[in-house]
């Protein structure tokens, strides 16, 4: 295992724009190499290349379909060969579960199709691509699952988004139980109202202000805050931290 930051890699899905952004731009700053990744928007994700490269880091993007799991397989092979050519490793450190998607809905009105389409993307496709990855991490490597505040708190609308969310939170403590003969730390953090293009944003002035109001540092979050904390958790700050739940919410709701 490696040992020091400069040779430390990291994957982060749905790193081209928003907190996945913000989190390979902190750990890029660290000296982490990144592979992110991007669902539809190639620009982006090569902009968060450029910026990394451009400040002296290392960096890849790849194409991933979150909820396609039959994909994962070419994928993990796509990440081998990166890992090999760019780094000249075989394994990464840390895997950052961040994609997701956002359907508001309320309950009466949730169709199987939206049903289905969270859950691949927002469950079924972490479960999988941690499965598939998980050969490709290194033994004392960690894994970040992206949850959400909507796990503990509810809101008309996000049922089905809010309950895969918790699901998760149920998986990232099963991970680390299976998997702690590798010492591999599994956490997962739940960012509160985070000001990004998440579900269309977060609307108009009335309905921020009305989420600030909420929040006891009084502001919505940024993805800054979210992608500076999941850097110092991939640290050996946080050495000691494993199978936890951590709010980045500024105090949503309490
Ligand atoms: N923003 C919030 O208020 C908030 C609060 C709590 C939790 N979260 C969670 O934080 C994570 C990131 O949210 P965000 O606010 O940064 O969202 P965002 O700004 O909408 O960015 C989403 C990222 O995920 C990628 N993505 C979307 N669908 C995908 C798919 N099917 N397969 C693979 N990648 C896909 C996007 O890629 P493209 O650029 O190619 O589209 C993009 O990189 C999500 O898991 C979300 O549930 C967000």
Do not use: C
Request: charged fraction near 20%; proline fraction near 1%.
């Amino acid at each position: 295992m490696s040992t020091t930051n400069e040779s430390k890699i990291v994957l982060v899905t749905g790193g081209s724009r928003g907190i996945g952004k913000s989190i390979a731009l902190h750990l890029a700053k660290r000296g982490i190499g990144v592979i992110l990744t991007y669902n539809s928007n190639a620009n982006q994700a090569n902009a968060v290349v450029d910026t990394i490269k451009g400040a002296g880091g290392k960096a890849v993007a790849l194409q991933l379909d979150a909820s396609k799991t039959a994909s994962f397989g070419d994928f993990a092979v796509q990440v081998s060969q990166v890992l090999k050519t760019e780094w000249d490793r075989n394994d990464f450190d840390y895997l950052v579960n961040n994609a997701g998607i956002a359907q508001r809905t309320l309950i009466q009105d949730t169709t199987e199709e939206i049903f289905d389409e969270l859950v691949d993307t927002n469950f079924k496709g972490v479960f999988f691509l941690t499965q598939r990855l998980m050969p490709l991490i290194t033994d004392g490597g960690q894994i970040v699952n992206i949850s959400s505040g909507l796990a503990r708190f509810a809101f008309p609308g996000v049922a089905v988004y809010g309950a895969l969310k918790a699901a998760t939170e149920g998986l990232t403590r099963y991970f680390a139980k299976e998997y702690a003969a590798r010492r591999i730390r599994v956490n997962s953090v739940a960012p509160g109202a985070i000001d990004t293009e998440f579900g269309g944003g977060k609307g108009d002035e009335s309905h921020r202000n009305q989420i600030a109001s909420m929040t006891a540092l009084g502001r919505l979050g940024l993805a800054d805050d979210v992608g500076a904390f999941v850097a110092s958790l991939l640290s050996e700050d946080s050495r000691f931290v494993n199978a936890q739940r951590i709010e980045v919410s500024g105090g949503i709701y309490i």
